[in-house]
């Protein structure tokens, strides 16, 4: 099992930053792919940036050449620097990691951490 602790949010004005962490531990193997989801009132959970095993990345849209993902694999920590942050960016973020059980992948989620951006 995989156990994620997500920190970092906080209250922050329109273009300035953030960065998240989300550390795992428990007994696991390789993590597949991990990153942030994100979920604003009214709107559903969207994902915002992954990082697999192989260092590669993903990014939505809308957080592309804003946000960066990163990992320090001898922390198992993975990093979601948020740069010129949005009233939009605004939202419950969730870590999430996806590791693998006799051959099966399933998701691990922290528990949430809030995001709130003031113009």
């Known amino acids: 099992q995989v156990q994620l602790v997500e920190s970092g949010g906080g209250l922050v004005q329109a273009g300035g930053s953030l960065r998240l962490s989300c550390t795992a531990s428990?007994?696991?193997?390789?993590?597949?792919?991990s990153g942030w989801h994100r979920q604003a009132p009214g709107n559903r959970r969207e994902l915002v940036a992954s990082?697999?095993?192989?260092?590669?990345?993903n990014y939505a849209d809308s957080v592309k050449g804003r946000f960066t993902i990163s990992r320090d694999n001898a922390k198992n920590t993975v990093y979601l620097h948020m740069n010129s942050l949005k009233r939009e960016d605004a939202a419950v973020y969730y870590c999430?990691?996806?590791?693998?059980?006799?051959?099966?992948?399933?998701?691990?989620w922290g528990q949430g951490t809030q995001v709130t951006v003031s113009s």
């Open positions: 999430f990691a996806t590791t693998v059980r006799v051959g099966v992948p399933y998701d691990s």
């Open positions: 428990g007994n696991f193997g390789t993590i597949l792919v």
């Open positions: 990082i697999s095993s192989n260092g590669r990345t």
